[in-house]
């Protein structure tokens, strides 16, 4: 089900276990937090952040916004 990982911590091979899940919303991706199952450290978390489409209209947006308030001092 999983797939080995090498611990940032004790540098061993292991299977990483989840230490909490957060299901993405409309605008966000899933995100996933694990810790090492040999040394117990939090690794760092996987996914997460904002979906592309999004990124890409608060450009658009912002790049209109600009352009049309340039139009309009002139």
Same mark, same amino acid.
């Given at each position: 089900? +999983?797939?080995?990982?090498?611990?940032?911590?004790? +540098?061993?091979?292991? %299977?990483?276990?989840? %230490?909490? $899940?957060?299901?993405?919303? #409309?605008?966000? *991706? /899933?995100?996933? !937090?694990? +810790?090492?199952? #040999?040394? @117990?450290? $939090? !690794?760092?978390?996987? @996914? @997460?952040?904002? /979906?592309?489409? #999004?990124? *890409? &209209? %608060?450009?658009?947006?912002? %790049?209109?916004? &600009?352009?049309? @308030?340039?139009?309009?001092? #002139?």
């Amino acid at each position: 089900m +999983y797939q080995k990982m090498t611990c940032t911590s004790c +540098y061993k091979p292991m %299977l990483p276990k989840i %230490l909490k $899940e957060s299901s993405g919303g #409309i605008f966000t *991706n /899933r995100s996933i !937090q694990h +810790y090492c199952s #040999i040394c @117990g450290k $939090e !690794q760092a978390p996987i @996914g @997460g952040g904002m /979906r592309p489409w #999004i990124k *890409n &209209l %608060l450009i658009t947006v912002s %790049l209109f916004i &600009l352009v049309a @308030g340039f139009l309009y001092l #002139i």
